[in-house]
């Protein structure tokens, strides 16, 4: 959480920031802001990111990114970055879909069938029109990433079929989504930001959660909860998103140099993700977690109503069958 203190020291950076760049911006360090540890390939990317826009600027717009969530817990950053206050977030799909009812659609479960599937509709026409979705929030969509898959895990035992979950309460990202997600399985559903839920498994105000290996890893979660259930029960995309106030003090050509500059980062995130996966889960194997395959059919099925609820007007369905229909 930002103190009011250091909120204030933001919004006069941003001030600084604001005043170089009208005088045709020169020597704009962008701030960017991520939960995720240094080193994460989210972090990464976006520092490569900040190298390409450097050179292609001659060293004229630069990025800062704030890792391991110095300026907020995801849903916090999200007004932040529509005032400007924050120019760049790398946030997850998930606190968007309250917000932004269509940003649902790649976070539901079980919609896509592999990754090649996610990153063939993320990287086309679909995932284009979601980015511009963004802009009637005060934002820019400039690039998704990849988050792997989410899977369950928790402190009691390990989870074969959606009846294992039945009162559980399970920590999921602050999305209604997510908490219809896990309550069609019958678990309680707590929604909660990231950064508390290491002592809320160890305390046990919580029995699991969900996620990817590389968060289930930085984080530390598979110490305090140790059954892993490989359900990959969603792909929700990562997003990188800017403001639009930010965004607006730029000129046209540099508008360009930083969608372009994103862009690139995108082939780097997935080469860097690719290879921290399998170092995760190598790693929470090692530490003692407990893994178990499962059969996914039950899962798919008690996760239908799902649908039926958040998939309710046209361009929703659309959406969904648009992405089905990608080969
Ligand atoms: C991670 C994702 C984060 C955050 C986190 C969570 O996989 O990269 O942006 O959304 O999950 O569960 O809160």
Redesign the pocket.
Known sequence: MLTKRSFAALAGAAFIAAATTSAQAQNVTLRSTD??PDGYP?IEAVKYMGQQLEKSTNGRIKINVFHSGQLGQ?KDTIDQTRFGVIDLNR??M??FNNLIPATNVPSLPFIFRSVDHMRKVMDGPIGDNLLGEFDKHDLIGLAFYD?GSRSFYNSKKAINSPADMKGMKIRV?QSDMFVALVSALGANATPMP?GEVYSALQTGVIDGAE??WP?YESTRHFEVSKFYSVTEHSLSP?VLVMSKRSFAKFSPEDQKLIRTAAKESVAKMRELWDAREKESEAKVKAGGAQINAVQKQPFIDAMKPVYDKFVTDAKLKDMVASIQAVK
Do not use: D, K, L, V
């Open positions: 939960i995720h989210t995801e946030i997850n998930a606190p988050s990202q990231f996620n990817n968060s990562e």
